[in-house]
Nanobody
Framework: QVTLVESGGGLVQAGGSLRLSCAVSGRTEYVAAMAWFRQSAGKEREFVSGISYNGGYTDVAESVKGRFFVSRNNAKNEAYLEVDILKPEDTAVYYC?????????????????WGQGTQDTVSA
C-alpha cells in the first residue's frame, strides 16, 4: 500500500505564494510519475501540473503556466508545487496523485493513488 499526504495549504492574500508538499510513504515503488490536480467549489477536478519520476519531464496547465512550478525530491519521497502570484480563482482543494507506470498524464483516470487534498484559499 502507498499513501500520499499533502501539506502546505492555507489562507493567503492575492499575489502571495504557497509551497505545497506531497509526502509518499509505504510502497513508494508504486509511485512513478506524479501530478497535482485541484478542485474548486462547484467545479470538476482539473489537472494543474505533472512531473516524471526523474523530474526530466514536466507539464503545466495553461491556466497556471508561469505561476506554478512542480518539482520532486525522490530521496525524500516528496513532490512539491510552488504556487506564486496567487489569484482568488486559484482557491481550491489541491490533490497530489501518483501513477505506477508511465509518464505524467493530464487524465485523472490514469492515476492510481491520491492524497486527501489540502485547501488553498486566496483572498482578494
Amino acid at each position: 500500500q502507498v499513501t500520499l499526504v499533502e501539506s502546505g495549504g492555507g489562507l493567503v492574500q492575492a499575489g502571495g505564494s504557497l509551497r505545497l508538499s506531497c509526502a509518499v510513504s509505504g510502497r513508494t515503488e508504486y509511485v512513478a510519475a506524479m501530478a497535482w490536480f485541484r478542485q474548486s467549489a462547484g467545479k470538476e477536478r482539473e489537472f494543474v501540473s505533472g512531473i516524471s519520476y526523474n523530474g526530466g519531464y514536466t507539464d503545466v496547465a495553461e491556466s497556471v503556466k508561469g505561476r506554478f512550478f512542480v518539482s520532486r525530491n525522490n530521496a525524500k519521497n516528496e513532490a512539491y508545487l510552488e504556487v506564486d502570484i496567487l489569484k482568488p480563482e486559484d482557491t481550491a482543494v489541491y490533490y497530489c496523485a501518483g501513477i505506477a507506470r508511465g509518464n505524467a498524464s493530464r487524465s485523472e483516470e490514469d492515476y492510481t493513488t491520491w492524497g486527501q487534498g489540502t485547501q488553498d484559499t486566496v483572498s482578494a
